[in-house]
């Protein structure tokens, strides 16, 4: 089974409706969900925002985070992740920003991506993030980045239900 079928099935399994908020991933992440049957159900939105403009105007990312942290930051991700859950029904968002390659930018290594996952439980929200590097191709590097997003779902989901019960 597909990291894609087996997020479908977990997403549907404990009733989570999906946003995303990419950047180097470009839509990839919707995409490979979007290749399972029955998957749309499950997915609310989908923001491919690239500039700091888009990030800022379309999921509130704060001018000030991308300045002191840069675009490529934990802190990026997890206020994308929170920018697509504020006008969304959905009570899952996972959040990437990073670069492909093959070059290096701004003295960050290509191939580092950082990731954030948010959830809502009615009031409740429970945020998570990390920066993971992958080696290959531009492409390589975007499935892996992708497929990664998706595997960390549940993880993260049983962590924030854990959180949200204490």
């Not at 948010?118 to 998570?128: K, N, V, W």
Request: negative net charge; charged residues 20%; proline residues 3%.
């Amino acid at each position: 089974m597909s990291i894609a079928s087996e997020t479908v099935h977990y997403l549907r399994e404990q009733s989570l409706l999906l946003t995303t908020a990419e950047s180097c991933t470009a839509g990839k992440i919707v995409t490979l969900l979007s290749e399972i049957e029955g998957s749309g159900a499950l997915i609310e939105s989908g923001y491919v925002v690239y500039s700091p403009e888009a990030k800022q105007r379309l999921l509130r990312v704060s001018p000030s985070t991308i300045a002191t942290f840069n675009l490529t930051s934990c802190e990026v991700a997890r206020e994308m992740a929170l920018g697509a859950l504020h006008d969304s029904t959905a009570n899952v968002a996972v959040a990437t920003t990073g670069i492909l390659g093959p070059e290096d930018v701004d003295g960050i290594p290509a191939g580092t991506i950082c990731f954030a996952w948010a959830f809502q439980f009615g009031r409740y929200r429970s945020l998570f993030s990390l920066e993971q590097r992958f080696f290959g191709s531009r492409c390589q590097v975007q499935q892996l980045a992708a497929e990664h997003a998706l595997k960390l779902i549940p993880h993260f989901h049983r962590r924030a239900l854990a959180s949200e019960q204490e």
